[in-house]
């Protein structure tokens, strides 16, 4: 039985050889340039019209970039020269983005379990540590107290409200995110007698949420819990990230996410906002949103073969790079990313093939019984929506396979 890939995103064609073209550039020629296979290829125009999109539906709202998702540093230069804000996970990530010429003080770090040092450098630059829990924000007072500085410190809230039909729930229940909304009043408080710099609320309840009214309804929920909270704590808070959830068409079936409808009701929600946040800027958070569909992972053809009827394609990559496309991360039911044959782009489809990687697991499977056109040793193939959560989540090390290039084409700087 054929299987359906997921939609290929808008922004991809082919040349007139049936080449595939990514920001302009034939896939062979990248492949060519970068010298070797497998390779990610990152194109910022993309990026940059989604960008554009949003400002374009959420007018006065601050973009931040979660890091995360694609950490490369010449995704997040771009990046840098895009949005109004970084979110960061860890240390690693804020050394990253400091070096890439990011400004500290528009940096937050969230994140359970950050160690000391990491807390110590995000003070000493002057970057806002998300708390999520009280043990922690005892220990950055005290480094604070003990450098003699005035840390910039925000609250992560565990909502008591999920984001709902989204891919990874973050809120709602017990969490290891953020404090329960009924413990968050009693440590502002205890920032702002301590002489922190409070910087507000960090609000984050999913992501890949494809369902506008869901978005709506979680934006309009987080709103009024903030103004809530703020009430209760007596502080006004200068920064209420909404935390973010946009989604990406990932399989067949999935529909692309209109974020107009959204921004409208944020709009109108945030013009008619409660007294306690009257002076509040307002942030969403994403990563995927914005990069995911700006990267195709190509992976070369090294055998063609054939097993009790089926017909297999093994590459050179696999899910050593691009573990979610394998359907290893975290998914419960594998479905077929979009994926084409990156060397005959556009061409009939002609054959069912299973296109596998080259790792030794019967996991590492990147399209199950797909119809392709026919290809053979030395074809491209294409993964698409390889922009986030790609090379940096997957499990490079695993068979210490030959390791994957990434380049960036139409960088802004
Ligand atoms: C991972 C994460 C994001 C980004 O999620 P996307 O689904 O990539 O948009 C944003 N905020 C926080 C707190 C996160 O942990």
């Given at each position: 039985?054929?299987?359906?890939?997921?939609?290929i995103?808008?922004g991809?064609?082919?040349d007139?050889?049936?080449?595939?073209?990514?920001?302009?550039?034939?896939a062979?020629d990248?492949a060519?340039?970068?010298g070797d296979?497998?390779?990610f290829?990152?194109?910022m125009?993309?990026?940059?019209?989604?960008?554009?999109?949003?400002?374009?539906?959420f007018?006065?709202?601050?973009?931040?970039?979660?890091?995360?998702?694609?950490?490369?540093?010449?995704v997040?230069r771009h990046m840098?020269a895009?949005?109004?804000?970084?979110?960061?996970?860890?240390?690693?990530?804020?050394?990253?983005?400091?070096?890439a010429?990011?400004?500290p003080?528009?940096?937050s770090f969230?994140?359970?379990?950050?160690?000391?040092?990491?807390?110590?450098?995000a003070?000493?630059?002057g970057?806002t540590?998300?708390?999520?829990s009280e043990?922690?924000a005892?220990?950055?007072?005290?480094?604070?107290e003990r450098?003699?500085v005035?840390?910039?410190?925000a609250?992560?809230?565990?909502p008591?409200?999920?984001?709902?039909?989204s891919g990874?729930?973050?809120?709602?229940?017990?969490k290891?995110?953020?404090l329960?909304?009924?413990?968050?009043?009693?440590?502002v408080?205890?920032?702002v007698?301590?002489g922190?710099?409070?910087?507000?609320?960090h609000?984050?309840?999913?992501?890949?949420?494809?369902?506008p009214?869901?978005?709506i309804?979680a934006?309009?929920?987080?709103?009024?819990?903030?103004?809530d909270?703020?009430e209760?704590?007596?502080?006004?808070p200068?920064?209420?990230?909404?935390?973010?959830g946009?989604?990406?068409?990932?399989?067949?079936g999935d529909?692309?996410?209109?974020i107009?409808?959204i921004?409208?009701?944020?709009?109108?929600?945030?013009g008619?906002?409660?007294?306690?946040?009257?002076?509040s800027?307002?942030?969403i958070?994403?990563?995927?949103?914005?990069?995911?569909?700006c990267?195709?992972?190509l992976?070369?053809v090294?055998d063609r073969?054939y097993?009790?009827?089926?017909?297999f394609?093994?590459?050179?990559?696999g899910?050593?790079h691009?573990?979610a496309?394998?359907?290893?991360?975290?998914?419960?039911?594998?479905?077929?990313?979009p994926?084409a044959?990156a060397t005959?782009f556009g061409?009939?489809a002609?054959?069912?093939?299973s296109i596998v990687?080259?790792?030794?697991?019967?996991?590492?499977i990147l399209?199950?019984?797909v119809?392709?056109?026919?290809?053979?040793?030395g074809d491209?193939?294409?993964v698409?929506?390889?922009?986030a959560?790609?090379?940096?989540?997957s499990?490079?090390a695993?068979?210490?396979?030959?390791?994957a290039?990434?380049?960036v084409v139409?960088?802004?700087v």
């Amino acid at each position: 039985m054929t299987k359906p890939t997921g939609p290929i995103p808008d922004g991809f064609a082919s040349d007139r050889d049936y080449m595939l073209l990514i920001g302009g550039r034939r896939a062979d020629d990248l492949a060519a340039e970068a010298g070797d296979t497998p390779l990610f290829v990152y194109d910022m125009a993309l990026v940059d019209r989604r960008v554009a999109r949003f400002r374009a539906a959420f007018p006065g709202v601050d973009l931040h970039y979660a890091m995360k998702a694609n950490p490369h540093p010449g995704v997040l230069r771009h990046m840098l020269a895009q949005v109004d804000g970084i979110d960061l996970a860890s240390g690693g990530e804020m050394r990253t983005a400091i070096a890439a010429g990011g400004d500290p003080r528009r940096m937050s770090f969230a994140g359970p379990g950050k160690r000391d040092s990491e807390l110590e450098a995000a003070i000493a630059a002057g970057v806002t540590i998300n708390l999520e829990s009280e043990g922690e924000a005892g220990r950055a007072l005290l480094i604070a107290e003990r450098r003699g500085v005035m840390p910039r410190l925000a609250v992560r809230v565990n909502p008591d409200f999920e984001l709902k039909g989204s891919g990874m729930r973050m809120g709602g229940g017990a969490k290891p995110f953020g404090l329960d909304a009924s413990r968050v009043p009693a440590l502002v408080r205890r920032l702002v007698e301590a002489g922190a710099e409070w910087r507000g609320f960090h609000i984050f309840a999913g992501s890949q949420a494809l369902s506008p009214d869901a978005l709506i309804e979680a934006q309009r929920a987080s709103v009024a819990l903030a103004a809530d909270l703020a009430e209760k704590a007596g502080a006004e808070p200068p920064l209420v990230n909404l935390g973010g959830g946009f989604g990406i068409p990932y399989v067949h079936g999935d529909q692309p996410l209109d974020i107009a409808p959204i921004g409208e009701e944020l709009t109108q929600n945030i013009g008619n906002r409660p007294q306690a946040l009257a002076r509040s800027q307002f942030a969403i958070e994403l990563g995927r949103w914005l990069v995911g569909e700006c990267g195709v992972y190509l992976t070369r053809v090294l055998d063609r073969k054939y097993s009790q009827g089926k017909t297999f394609l093994v590459v050179d990559g696999g899910m050593h790079h691009q573990l979610a496309a394998s359907g290893n991360f975290g998914q419960v039911i594998r479905r077929n990313y979009p994926v084409a044959i990156a060397t005959r782009f556009g061409t009939p489809a002609e054959e069912q093939v299973s296109i596998v990687g080259c790792l030794c697991t019967p996991l590492d499977i990147l399209a199950d019984d797909v119809m392709m056109p026919c290809a053979d040793v030395g074809d491209l193939v294409a993964v698409f929506l390889a922009g986030a959560y790609g090379l940096t989540a997957s499990p490079q090390a695993f068979l210490s396979q030959h390791p994957a290039g990434e380049v960036v084409v139409n960088p802004a700087v």
